[in-house]
C-alpha cells in the first residue's frame, strides 16, 4: 500500500516538474519574442492589416477636330451575388427570388427570367456565395440593380457584390476603328492612335494605403503616403466625324455595288496635311460584311498603276523632254519593248495624238514610249528624279505600320530589266501605299510643297494645351512652279475630256488621275481578272483646299476602271465637303460673303427648323426675327435668308402645294391625315383641296415631280 502510494506521489512530481519545465519555457519563449523579435513581428502583422493599393488612371479621351468624342473610358462592373449569405434568411429568399429573376432578365438582358430562376435557386441550395451576374455592367445598369429585391438590401443583407473596373468605348462604333484605334488583346499591344499616343493616354496610376477592416474588406487611409492617380492626356484627332461617316458609306456602298474585296478612302487637307477622313474596309467572307479590320491606307504598298503617270510625266515636263501640245504617233494602240507587249485598252482615234491627250486618256503606249525614248540610255536619270520628289521615301507617320514604298533603281542589277523603265512609267514594278501616292498628289495641289499628312492636332490635359502639331514639310518643293502650273491643267483635262469625265457635271471643278491596275498573283504574273482602280485628286481645281485617293481592291461586278469604279466615291465625299463648307469654292475666300447674293430660295412652304439648320451649314444668317414660325416661305435677300409665316386653318386642309415630300407628309399626318405619295420631288397635286374639313384618318394621295 505504501509502495503504491509512493509511485503515485513519483508520478505526480514527475508531472508537476514536466509543467513546471514547460511553463518556464513558454515564459521564456515570451520573453524572448518580446525582446528579439518584437519589432519584426509587428512589421508582419502591420503588412497584413495595411496594404498599398494602386488607382489606375483614367485613360484620357480620344476625339474629333471639332470636340465629338471617338473614345473614352467608362465604369464598368463586373457584378456578383452572394446567394447563399446567411444575413438573407431563406423565407425573404422565397419570397422574393422570382421577382428579382426577373428584374434580372430586364436590366442584364443576358439570361431570361426561367433560366435566372433556376440559376439562383441552384446557388442557393449549393452554399454559392461568389454567384457571377454578368460582366461589363454599366454604372446605369447597376442603379438599376440596386432597386431589386433583396439586392436593393446592399452588399451585406442584400449580398450584392460589384467589382469596379473600366473599358474603353468608342460611341461611333466602326467608324475609323482601325485609325482610331484599340487594344489587341491577343498580343497586349495597342493600335492606330490609341498605341501611337499610348504613354500620353494613359496617365500615371496613383497609390493609397489600406487596411484590412471586417469581412476582408479594405478601408483607405488618407495620408502623406496617399499618391493621386494623373489621369491621361486627351487627344485632339484632325478627323471630322461627319465626313468620316459619309466617306465610310459611301465606300462600304460602292464596294458592295461592285463585290469588291476591300478598299480605301482618305481625305487630306491641302495646306496642313490633316486627315480629314480615312476609311478602310475589307471583306469578313464569314459575315459577307464589310469591316474596318486592317489599315489597308498606310500599310499595304500596292503598285499604284495609271495614277503614278502623273509623276512621270512630272519628270519629263522638269527636264524639257516634252510639251503638252507635242504630237505622236502611238498607232494601233500597242508597242513591244522586248519580249513583252503593253497595250492600251482601246485605239485612240488614228493613233495621232498630243502629249495632253496621252495623259487624258491616260495611254500606256504614250507614257511609256515617251518615258522610254528619253532615258532609255540614261535610266537612272528617270529614277533619280523620281527620288528628288520624295516618292522613294516613308511619310514618317506617327501611327505604326506605314508600308515602306518601293521605287527600283538601274543600280540594283538584280531587278532590274530592260523592260523595267517602261513599265515604271505607268505604275509597274513599283510600290506605295495609297496615303503616300495621296501625299504626292497633295503636293501638287499645295503647289510642289509637300507636306506630312497628320492624324492629330493637339494633345490637352483638361483645357490646358500641352502641344500643338504643325504642319512638317517633307519637301519644299517636289517640281518648279511651271511644272507644277502644267499638270494641274493636264489633271483638270482628264475630268473634263478624259477618263473621269463621271465627275465632270460638278458646281466646283475637280483635278485628278485615274488608275487601273492589274494585281500580280504571285509566279503566275498579272492575269485579266484582278485590278485595283483608283482616282486621286484634289478640289476644288482653281483654288486647291482638300486633296482625295480611293482605292477599290478587286472589283468583280463588271467594272474595274478607276473612273467608273473609284471617281464616284471621291465625288460623294467632295460634294459632302463642298456643301458644307462655303469658303472652299472656287475664288471665294473664307470670309467672303458675296455668295449670299445668290443664295437660292427654297420652293413652296417648309418646316422652318429644317431650313434655318440648312442655310446655317452653308453659312447663310438668318434674320433678326427673334421668334420663328413653325412653317414659312423662304426669301432671300442678298444678305441673309427671312422667314414669311404660313398660316394654316385649323381644323382644314392645309395647301402642300411645292412642298418636298418630307414635310408635306409631315405637316399632314401630324393633323391626323393619312398621306400617300407616288413620284419625287415637289407637290404638284393634292387629292383633296386646300380649305375643306379635316376627317381624322382621311386619305390624301399627293402626286410629286421633279421641278
Known sequence: MIDARADILWRVYLLYAMVLIWGIAIIGRIVYVQIYLKDDLLAKAEQQEIRVFGIEAMRGNILAFDGNMLATTVPVFEVRMDVASSLIDDQLFSKNVDSLALGLSKVLKNKTHSQYLTDLRKARKGGNRYYLLKNNVTYTEVKALRKLPILKFGKYKGGLILIPGSKRERPYKELAQRTIGYENQREKIFVGIEGAYHDLLKGIDGKQVKRRINNGDWKPLFDENTVEPLNGNDIITTLDVNIQDVAESALRRNLTENNAEQGCAILMEVETGYIVAISNLTLDKKTGQYRETYNYAIAE???????????????????????????????????????????????????????KEAFEKSSNVAISKLVYNAYKDHPEKFVDKLHAMSLNKMNGLDIAGEGKPYIKHPSDKKNWYGTSLPWMSIGYEIQMTPLQMLTFFNAVANGGRMVKPLFVKEIRQGNTVKKRYETVVLNKSIASKSTIDTVKKLMEGVVENGTARYLKNSPYKIAGKTGTAQIAAGKAGYNKQNYNASFAGYFPAGNPKYSCIVVVSNPSAGKIYGGAVAAPVFKEIADKVYATRPGIHDGVAEDDKTFLANIPALDGPCFTEDAKSLYTLLGVPSGRATKLPEWALVHPNGESVEFEEVKLAENTIPNVMGMNARDAVFLLENMGLKAVISGKGKVISQSVLPGNPITTGQRIELKLLNL
Request: aromatic residues 8%; hydrophobic residues 35%.
Open 301 to 355: 504598298s500596292v503598285e499604284p498603276g495609271s495614277t503614278f503617270k502623273l509623276a512621270a510625266l512630272m519628270v519629263l515636263l522638269e527636264d524639257k523632254k516634252v510639251r503638252p501640245s507635242d504630237s505622236m504617233n502611238i498607232g494601233n494602240g500597242q508597242i513591244k519593248y522586248f519580249s513583252r507587249t503593253m497595250k492600251d485598252v482601246y485605239p485612240i482615234r488614228n493613233g495621232r495624238i498630243t502629249v
